[in-house]
Nanobody
Framework: VQLVESGGGLVQAGGSLRLSCAAS????????MGWYRQAPGKQRELVAT??????NYADSVKGRFTISRDNAKNTIYLQMNSLKLEDTAVYYC??????????WGQGTQVTVSS
């Protein structure tokens, strides 16, 4: 199973970015998919997840980020609006299969400048 992320980059504070993550694998079917991030010197933290028809967000991104999912394509998206300097991090895609096995993408850098 491979998770391929795209959409990271450099953006000014207040701007927007959209991340995408496509899961591939002939028999892979994900239960929960989501995004995590890791800033320099900090632990990896949850940003948002989607599973069972529900979305879950970290308090720090509620109202600014939106996670969406295309189950037919095994793809998730993260629309990030009103970006702040503190959103700068490497963003990782995560997928948990129905058998409980978790997979991670390689990460995509998001840098918010002032």
């Amino acid at each position: 199973v491979q998770l391929v992320e795209s959409g990271g980059g450099l953006v000014q504070a207040g701007g927007s970015l959209r991340l995408s993550c496509a899961a591939s694998g002939s028999t892979f079917s994900s239960n929960v998919m989501g995004w995590y991030r890791q800033a320099p010197g900090k632990q990896r933290e949850l940003v948002a997840t989607s599973g069972g028809g529900r979305a879950n967000y970290a308090d720090s991104v509620k109202g600014r980020f939106t996670i969406s999912r295309d189950n037919a394509k095994n793809t998730i998206y993260l629309q990030m609006n009103s970006l702040k300097l503190e959103d700068t991090a490497v963003y990782y895609c995560n997928a948990v299969a129905y058998n409980g096995v978790a997979y991670w993408g390689q990460g995509t850098q998001v840098t918010v400048s002032s």
